[in-house]
């Protein structure tokens, strides 16, 4: 048997979904081999201390009472707003300057339109796809709670 097989079983032995014939190989190999009782016993004690750890769901509830607050999702709404209303601001500028350059070439132009008339159109089909979607979307209902 090798080590591999040998420690799946004893996590089994561990976790008591073994038969009683692989019970009964497990017990051989501790009765005959002192490591291995020392790392059923080491993880017997980890076991233990993973048991004992508890979530805290006063973080979550935390959470939630901070979403409640209308304050706080206008404030978070509003900084979005303005975040996207200067990026758009600063692209729309650049893009000006670049198209309208006398020294840009036609067919850089044409890639650079392609380029952002993709971006665009990507990002309106996730913005449509996520508005169908999100009314139904259990994890998002949690989320927004």
Do not use: Q
């Not at 016993?41 to 509830?61: P, Q, V, W, Y």
């Not at 206008?74 to 309208?100: D, K, M, N, P, Q």
């Not at 132009?109 to 999100?134: H, I, N, Q, T």
Request: charge should be negative; glycine fraction near 6%; charged fraction near 30%.
């Amino acid at each position: 048997m090798s080590d591999t097989e040998l420690y799946v079983l004893l996590m089994g032995y561990l976790d008591d979904e073994l038969d009683e014939a692989g019970r009964a190989r497990v017990e051989a190999a501790l009765d005959a081999d002192e490591a291995l009782r020392r790392e059923l016993d080491e993880m017997r004690r980890l076991k233990d201390m993973t048991h004992t750890l508890g979530i805290d769901s006063r973080k979550d509830a935390e959470l939630d009472a901070f979403w409640t607050d209308v304050y706080n999702r206008l404030e978070r709404s509003t900084a979005w707003i303005l975040l996207l209303l200067g990026f758009s601001g600063v692209v729309a500028g650049v893009g000006y300057l670049f198209f309208t350059h006398p020294g840009t070439h036609w067919s850089i132009k044409a890639a650079a339109a392609c380029g952002l008339a993709g971006s665009v159109l990507l990002l309106w089909s996730v913005w449509r796809e996520r508005c169908r979607v999100l009314p139904h979307d259990r994890y998002s209902r949690e989320v927004r709670r």
